[in-house]
């Protein structure tokens, strides 16, 4: 299987495939392997690969869209008034930054990019929908988050993949307190749209560099990787 791996629909696509090959086989017995960069790759490692090396550029797209969505704003009043800044996802207990997520247990620090692709995966539509529906928004800065929500999607489903395929019970994460307080997005004038898209854009960015984390630590480990 050798694609290039220079776009990002050929990301999403193998990732999509490797998902769908995952969903019906026995992930830990299947012999064949995926050839890329003259190396063999199961489904397992494949998907981990992916999920990482997919998160990091993620990561990096999230902050280029809150750069740009800043500089584009940067005039609108108390735009980064942090009052309007509690993250959504702020209340879960989860690894801050990549030393602890090393001395954290795979299986929780799945289970914690599985909480956070989740909290995201409504008010990520919600914020898509919602700057399309603003006048006057740059077309670039809409189709910069159209393109990461799909990127997140593809994502979002490896992880569950690999959830369901690790973790004997996904039971518990029903009751996470990240569901019930969804971020709303402000009513009222422009301003307060704009500062509500920016506080939301900016707890992305956030929890972005998370998931990037923890998937990509989990990339090393599952693929023993030395030196990350
Ligand atoms: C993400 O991947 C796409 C396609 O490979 C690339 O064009 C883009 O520059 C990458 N973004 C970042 C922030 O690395």
Redesign the pocket.
Known sequence: MQLS????SS?ILLLLLVMNLFLWKNVASVPMCAMRNARCFTFFEDTFELAGSLSH?IS??V??LFTEFENHYAKVPRLKDKGLMRCHTSSLSIAENKEQAKHTHYEALLKSGHMILNAWESPLENLVRELSATENVPDTIISKATNIKTKINAVQKGVNSLMSSMLQNGDEEKNNPAWSRLPLLQPGNEDARIRSFYGMISCLDNDFKKVDIYLNVLKCYMLKIDNC
Not at 5 to 8: S, V
């Open positions: 791996l220079t776009q990002p990301w550029n990096g797209e902050s280029e």
